[in-house]
């Protein structure tokens, strides 16, 4: 059994399902990557496993707990952590502001893993001091990733950390990514460059309408003609 | 030399001092008003008679304690019952909160809906405070009247000038510096201030880091309360307690929260001083200071006055405009809705 699974999920915001019988799971120290083409509902599936969408049929469980009927704040107090795709970082608080309030349900010395989160994004350290608002794209992806850190999560959920960063930036994060999964904790990711984001994945999710079309690890569907053909451009 | 000298001191004496003082009052409302916008993202249309409530109510324990022969000694028995004052106002403040506010709050209504409601609340707080107080005028200011009394000072000076000091603009001043300070003290080093900050910012990311949205609404209301009857207290001592006068001062206080940019802190003090200066400079009459200043054949005959105090609010509204005309998030970058 996975770690996390949200297993057979329907559902939708109104009277219409956006997702159908969709399956997403992801293990301990692995890296899941969900892709598809625009309006596949990567997005959605990734916010109904964070209770963040109603469900009318389907489970999301973690560590064997069924926790479909959790909010997502209560989700944050088992260990899950979320990085929304925009607003992701309290834009006037300094880069050390952002990541206290990441921690703010912890009562204990939070100091050891912020020097974590120092060492693995370095930049945030000289510039702890400066509000979040006036960092770079890149920099600011590396506050909200660092942010949902400060729990100590289990499972980290990226929701298309990036977007709208340059390619260079993108291959930096996509390091810290593997880097953190190296640490331990299961990282779910939605991505709109698939094809970098399935390089990195041990396993990948392709969805259409809200469906699972193909699942496998990260490599096997990259060297699948199908999905080079429809998804990968070629 | 000595006519510059006695231009400085009168000056100092109808505008600077007064200025400061009825400044420090706006600042701490204009705090308040602020600080609901930041958080609860509405304008408070009931400050100004949360204000008057909070007055009324510390006026009341005064009372009390002066029936019973306490006293502060040199300074007024009202800062002995201002924490009592800042108590009821806050628990007054929470249930409005729960009666009406938290209502809205779950239907996620507009914040016009919110400041259409709060104008009830203002209605019935305006009520409230009629029905126990009564409309007119309270004076409850007791304790030493003058620290430099104008007489004292032109026999030490030698100026023909006098210039007063009276121990309630002095108080004004201390209490708002030592409110301000603690204030910012707990936004910026504080989890709780932190916490609302965060909240201010980003709801939504502030609910995934786990911070409690109820427990940052009910601590900004205790700090709206408490502001606003410090505000209150102040400007009562400092003149006198009238609940129509407390009803109007919403204005120049939303006029000092805008132009300093509202949401921001630092603006409402900055805002509460331009529009304080602005009035006090507008409405005073410059005959003897001028007087002072130019040779006799040039000395104006007339008050030169450039606007009657009756019209001193007209003041705010024009600043009010020309800021939202030309800088329309205020001087500090307020936010916008």
Request: aromatic letters at 10%; hydrophobic letters at 50%.
């Amino acid at each position: 059994m996975s770690f996390l699974i949200g297993d057979g999920m329907t559902g939708g915001y109104g009277s219409a399902d956006i997702l159908h019988d969709c399956t997403i799971a992801v293990e301990k120290g692995e890296i899941a990557v969900i892709v598809g083409p625009n309006g596949a509902g990567k997005s959605t599936a990734m916010k109904a496993v964070f209770g963040m969408l109603p469900l009318r049929l389907g489970h999301v469980r973690l560590e064997g707990e069924d926790i479909t009927a959790l909010t997502p704040q209560a989700r944050v107090a088992k260990g899950m952590a979320f990085v929304p795709q925009t607003q992701n970082v309290f834009t006037s608080l300094t880069v050390q502001e952002n990541l206290e309030m990441g921690a703010y349900l912890r009562r204990d010395d939070i100091r050891g893993t912020m020097e974590q989160v120092f060492d693995l994004f370095p930049i945030l350290g000289e510039k702890r001091r400066q509000p979040a608002g006036e960092l770079s794209g890149g920099q600011r992806q590396q506050v909200a990733v660092g942010r949902a850190l400060m729990t100590q999560p289990s499972v980290l959920m990226l929701d298309e950390p990036t977007a709208g960063v340059s390619p260079i930036v993108m291959d930096e994060l996509f390091d810290r990514i593997i880097e953190v999964a190296r640490t331990g904790i299961a990282i779910l990711m939605v991505e709109q460059n698939a094809r970098q984001a399935l390089n990195i994945a041990d396993r990948g999710y392709v969805l259409v309408q809200g469906e699972n079309r193909y699942t496998d690890t990260g490599e096997a569907l990259l060297a699948n003609p199908d999905v080079r053909r429809s998804f990968l451009g070629g | 030399m000595v006519d510059i000298l006695n231009a400085l001191v009168l000056f100092s004496n109808f505008v600077l001092i007064p200025g400061l003082a009825y400044g420090a009052q706006l600042a701490l409302g204009a705090l308040g008003v602020t600080l609901i916008y930041a958080v609860l993202r509405f304008s408070n249309f009931a400050h100004g008679d949360l204000m008057a409530f909070g007055t009324m109510a510390t006026i009341l324990v005064t009372w009390w304690f002066q029936s019973m022969g306490i006293s502060f000694g040199v300074l007024p028995t009202a800062l002995l019952a201002l924490p009592f004052g800042i108590a009821i106002a806050a628990v007054m403040s929470l249930f409005m909160d729960r009666a009406v506010y938290s209502f809205y709050r779950k239907k996620r209504a507009a914040p016009v809906t919110f400041v259409i409601a709060s104008v009830g609340v203002m209605f019935i707080l305006n009520g409230v405070v009629r029905l126990i107080i009564g409309p007119d005028d309270q004076r409850f200011a007791d304790g030493e009247r003058f620290i430099v009394r104008a007489r004292d000072f032109e026999a030490w000076s030698g100026l023909s000038e006098g210039l007063a000091l009276r121990s309630t603009q002095a108080i004004t001043l201390v209490v708002a510096i030592l409110i301000v300070i603690a204030l910012f003290w707990f936004l910026n080093r504080t989890r709780m201030g932190k916490a609302m900050r965060a909240y201010s910012d980003n709801e939504d990311l502030a609910l995934l880091s786990g911070i409690d949205p109820a427990r940052v609404v009910m601590v900004t209301w205790i700090i709206a309360a408490a502001l606003a009857t410090i505000a209150g207290v102040l400007y009562g001592l400092d003149k006198s307690f009238k609940p129509f006068t407390y009803f109007q001062l919403l204005l120049p206080i939303f006029a000092a929260a805008i132009v300093g940019g509202i949401g921001n802190p630092v603006g409402a003090i900055a805002g509460g001083f331009v529009i304080a200066f602005s009035e006090v400079t507008v409405t005073y009459a410059y005959k003897r200071f001028l007087g002072h200043l130019l040779p006799e054949n040039l000395a104006p005959d007339g008050l030169v006055q450039l606007l009657s105090t009756d019209y001193k609010f007209a003041v705010s509204f024009v600043i009010l405009v020309v800021v939202l005309l030309f800088r329309p998030t205020g001087l500090f970058r307020g936010k916008v809705i």
